[in-house]
């Protein structure tokens, strides 16, 4: 452990340690993630085809934030002391010395089998298998392996958050089918846009904590040109359900005004003024509106394929 | 001789000790301490009773709707 690290939890731990109290074990679970994950979650299951009875439907969704707030306490637990350098993390549970490191770890792994036991109880084993690799997914191949050593760490680590929607709707049908797929490529392509964007206004964080997302080893410049690609690849594939008949014209409208909507946005990232390396000199306003939209456009995109498939 | 405790404790991954009877907490402190242990304990068997719940909620509609668990 760095001596920075250890002064600084030091200091965490002068003060008299009373114990952790239930919400700092409830933000163990990372709940602002785990709301967008029970979102996405929940209207795959509702757009399925079939039916589920709505006790075991509401089981399922609870299942599906229990799992994804496992793994977010695990990712806690193994990113403790980058968690500890970054402006942005050090309230969190561990670096703030709430609660202990190893606890932590058992928390995420309790929640992450009871998670898994239960939705296989509840709905089939396809579900619980598509869950139990996505945990796997974002506390190993994300957290643990690629987070340190690419910038294309969230390119690849965005398939944990979009599997959500698959799982709902293997939850009703009991396999994985060409409209969900198409969801989880939606969000595996939304991912790039949506933390490049984050990351290009929280770059010294990463940097200090030496994270090598994008801005920090390519630049600002580059992260710029990759957050408008990934929004120009988005538009055609968000449209796709539509082209392959598999919504109706209520989604590919609203599909159609938002990836417009966001490619604007995304060009003014790309078009932010800026010094000779790339660095915003307007303290990167663009790259905070496209952040804040990215959110705003996967909401509104998954409400309009619910409206669609259930109007 | 404390801090070094902590600190030690720490670089370990341990958290310091919380021993009450041993610590110099004021009487503040201590009540603090025991109401969040008390908090956590009730938590805990809110979570324990829900998950119970759960299983009895899936085992019941299962049964009911599909005539088997599995």
Known sequence: MSDRVSDFLHEAVSVPHLG???????????????????????IGLAIAPGHLNPLLAAIAVFCIALGAGAAGAINMWYDRDIDAIMRRTTSR??????????GALGFGIVLA?????????????????????SIFYYAVIYTMWLKRRTPQNIVIGGAAGAFPPVIGWASVTGHVGLLPAMLF???????????????LYASTDYEKAGVPMLPVVKGARHTRWNVFIYALLLFPL???????????????????????????????????????????L?????????FKFSILYLFLLFTAIAVDRLV | ???????????????????????????????????????????????LGGFCLIIYVIAMVKLHEYGRMW
Not at chain 1, 117 to 129: D, F, R, S, V
Request: charge should be positive; proline fraction near 6%.
């Open chain 1, 20 to 42: 952790a109290e239930p919400k700092d074990w409830l933000a163990l679970l990372k709940p602002r993630v785990v709301s967008l994950v029970v979102f996405t979650g929940a």
């Open chain 1, 93 to 102: 549970p561990i670096p703030a010395g709430k609660i202990e490191a190893g």
């Open chain 1, 113 to 133: 089998v009871i998670s898994v036991l239960l939705l296989a109880m509840a709905t089939n084993l396809c579900a619980a298998g598509v869950l139990a690799f």
């Open chain 1, 185 to 199: 490529l939606i969000v595996f392509f939304w991912t790039p846009p949506h933390f490049w964007s984050l990351s």
């Open chain 1, 238 to 280: 968000a449209l796709s359900p539509w082209f392959l008949g598999l919504v109706g014209p209520i989604y590919g409208a609203t599909a159609c005004v938002l990836g417009v909507v966001f490619l604007y946005f995304a060009w003014g990232v790309l078009r932010d003024k800026q010094d000779a390396k790339g660095v915003s």
């Open chain 1, 282 to 290: 307007t303290k990167d306003q663009p790259a905070r509106v496209a």
């Open chain 2, 1 to 47: 001789m404390v801090a070094a405790q902590d600190r030690e404790d720490y670089e370990k991954d341990r958290m310091p000790r919380v021993e009450i009877a041993e610590s110099h907490w004021s009487d503040e402190q201590k009540a603090e301490f025991l109401r969040r242990r008390r908090a956590r304990n009730f938590l805990l068997l809110a979570a």
